[in-house]
Structure formats: C-alpha cells, structure tokens
C-alpha cells in the first residue's frame, strides 16, 4: 500500500541531497585562500622561502654600504621606491608562552635591540621591538626573541642586528634608560602592538639602499627608518605559523658564542648593562697627516676611512679642510667627525649611538664627486640638504 507521508519524506530527502553533497564537500575540500597549506607541507612554498630576497645570513649588516660606493644618493633611491598602498594591518598581540626566566631573558634581548638599534627614541624603540617579535613568528627567521635579536652574530657576515657584531655590546647604558626599554619590551612581550609598523619584517636606515630593498614592500616609515615586508603569502600574517622555540638562552651565554670570523667571543666585552671600559682602537698608521681643528682617532691603513673629533664651534669649512687633507689622493675616501669622542667606535658599521652623535660626514667616490654633511642641531643656518638625517 502507498503511503503518502513516506512519498513526501522520500521527495523531501532526494531534494535536500545536492545541497547536503555541496555542504560535505566545502567542509573536505577548504579553499586554500582561506587556509593556507602550512610551509612544511607544500614543497612549492617551501622553495619560495628559500628564494626570498634578504633572509638571515645572506649579506653583510647593512650599514657596511658605502653610500660614496652607490653612485647616487641612497635617499634618493630609497625616496623613488612607493609605499604599498591601502590600510596597514597591524600585527597580531605576542602572548609569550616561556617560563619566567625565559621571559626575563627575552626582555633584556628585545631591550637591548631597542636601545642599540633606536637610541633613546620610543616611537624608534617600539617599532625595533616588533620587527623582533614578527620575525620571532616567520619561518625564516629564528623561533625565539634572543635568537632573532642574536641571530648569525657568530658569523662572519650573518648577523642581523649590526649591535650584535660591531662592537656596540660594549657601550653602557644609564639605568634609566635601561629601564625604560625593559618596559617597553615587556609590555611588548604580554601584547602590546606598535600599529605603525604593520607586520614588516625588516627595516633600513634611508642612508643605506640594500640590494634587496627594491624587491620588498615598504609599508612604513618611523624617524629615519624604512620598515618593510616580503610580497605575497611570505609577507603575510597567515604565514606566522611557526611554534615558540621554548627557550632563551641569557645575554651571557649568547655573548660567549665561538664566532667563525676568527674574533674573539663577545663574552670578552662587558655586560652592556653592567658598564663599558673604552673602546681600544688601533694605531694610527705612520702616514697619518697632521691636521688641525680636531684629532685624528682611527684611521684605515689605505686611508679611505677616517674618524676624527671636530669642533663645531670652528665651523663647517675647519670640518671641511681637515676632511680633504686627509683625503688628497683620488679615489674613494669617507671622513666621519665626532664632538665627543667616547661615541668614535673602533671600526665600521657604526652603532646607533655612534650615527645618533654624528656631527660631520665627507664622502668622496672614485671620479672625484663629494658629499659633505653636518649635524644641523650643532651647525646652524645650513640649507637641509646639507644636513645628516636624524639617526635613529
């Protein structure tokens, strides 16, 4: 016999079906648009990670470019590259899931990047801290904050933060300061976002133009720093996948590291937060010109870098002439000039403190061209081009 109510349930049933068939296969079947593949599972990710421009350990720190090398004005290039259009996501918070040694350790690393690498800046200080927590989340770099903050400083030409390899561990801070970036780094550590810079994962001076700049985007810009993001999914919050490290090994342990350049190990400087002995520099070569205005106290043996102490109350043409005899042959030559002469480091890149207290800076290249530059704050009344932008 026919039931009419098991007709109704069976035409009912047969037309829920294609919808129920649709619903099954977007639960088995999800876009990868809306979850993308993790990178140790798609090998085609994993080879662009790979191929990314300016990973870990590939270049020499960054200040070692010689901007009189260039050819053009660094700033100019680094003007000509647009910032990527559209609204800036900013990073997600950082929970830290560490013990509370590890954290501890953690904070002093991100203190002392912000403080090496920004001065006494808070703008300049809370953006360096989150460059350190987004990489500490990336694939590509190191999965814990001292190991980004560190990361290649045994190296040769790897390390990332130039403070790291420099010769900057050396330098003090006063407790105030010191205090102060460990509470922005802990605050950083429990959440707090600097929005400005999105989520970049690198960032340069506009005194330098890295080869790899051109190939990234540049979304922000704090003081005199560019901050900048790989293209693509790499630059992506959705590639964050990678899991804590679980471990931070203390300011001690990573500045007794072996390095492989053959240099001592850090560990032979001071505790940056326990004080400085003076920078040791080197004899000056026989050939070292005698020069007025200021003091010759580090001289390259081919004397195309110098750094000397100057007086800015002599005037920009005393800077300028003691540049020049110091620089009479053809060729390449750099003079950098310094007021005080504690912030004259040893050797190139120079440390945030050092380019904060620049005072001169001459640049001649091989066919002869020169670019003269004075701090404005010391030497008044010069047009802005003359100027040293504001370090970090």
Same mark, same amino acid.
């Given at each position: 016999m026919d039931d009419p109510l098991n007709r109704r349930m069976t035409v009912a049933l047969l037309a829920l079906l294609p919808l129920l068939v649709l619903l099954w296969a977007s639960l088995r079947f999800e876009p990868l648009s809306a979850n993308p593949v993790a990178p140790g599972e798609d090998p085609a990710l994993l080879a662009e990670l790979e191929a990314l421009p300016g990973r870990p350990g590939e270049l020499p720190p960054l200040e070692m470019v010689d901007p009189a090398s260039l050819g053009t004005d660094p700033r100019a290039l680094n003007a000509a590259i647009p910032f990527v259009g559209g609204r800036l996501e900013p990073a997600q918070p950082y929970r830290f899931s560490g013990t509370p040694g590890d954290f501890a350790n953690a904070r002093d690393c991100l203190a002392l990047a912000a403080m090496a690498e920004a001065g006494n800046s808070d703008p300049g200080q809370r953006a360096v801290i989150q460059v350190v927590l987004?990489?500490?989340?990336?694939?590509?770099?190191?999965?814990?904050?001292?190991?980004?903050?560190?990361?290649?400083?045994?190296?040769?030409t790897g390390c990332q933060f130039t403070f790291t390899c420099d010769g900057s561990l050396s330098r003090q801070y006063d407790a105030a300061s010191w205090a102060a970036a460990r509470g922005r780094a802990e605050q950083a550590l429990k959440g707090y976002v600097f929005a400005t810079v999105g989520n #970049? +994962?690198?960032?340069?001076?506009?005194? /330098?133009?890295?080869?790899?700049? =051109?190939?990234?985007?540049?979304i922000a810009q704090v003081e005199t720093h560019l901050f900048l993001r790989w293209p693509g999914y790499w630059g992506s919050m959705k590639s964050w996948r990678k899991a804590y490290g679980g471990s931070e090994p203390s300011l001690a342990v990573l500045m007794s590291r072996p390095r492989m350049d053959?240099?001592?190990?850090?560990?032979?400087?001071? #505790? +940056?937060?326990?004080?400085?002995?003076? /920078?040791?520099?080197?004899?000056? =070569?026989?050939?070292?010109p005698k020069v007025t205005g200021g003091d010759v106290v580090m001289r390259l043996p081919s004397g195309k870098a110098n750094f000397v102490t100057i007086l800015p109350s002599a005037g920009t043409e005393s800077a300028l002439a003691m540049a020049r005899k110091l620089?009479?042959?053809?060729?390449?030559?750099?003079?950098?000039?310094?007021?005080?002469?504690?912030?004259?480091?040893a050797n190139l890149p120079l440390s945030g403190a050092s380019?904060?207290?620049?005072?001169?800076?001459?640049?001649?290249?091989?066919?002869?061209?020169?670019?003269?530059?004075?701090?404005?704050?010391?030497?008044?009344?010069?047009?802005?081009?003359k100027c040293i932008p504001r370090a970090r």
């Open positions: 987004n990489r500490a989340r990336h694939p590509a770099f190191a999965n814990s904050v001292c190991g980004v903050v560190f990361e290649g400083s045994e190296r040769a #970049a +994962t690198h960032y340069h001076t506009d005194w /330098v133009h890295p080869w790899w700049s =051109p190939k990234l985007e540049k053959g240099l001592p190990p850090l560990e032979s400087l001071p #505790a +940056t937060n326990l004080g400085m002995s003076p /920078v040791t520099m080197p004899p000056l =070569p026989t050939d070292t620089c009479p042959a053809e060729g390449t030559c750099r003079v950098m000039g310094w007021s005080d002469r504690s912030l004259i480091p380019r904060a207290g620049l005072q001169f800076s001459y640049s001649r290249d091989p066919a002869g061209a020169e670019i003269v530059l004075y701090n404005c704050d010391s030497f008044t009344g010069l047009p802005r081009e």
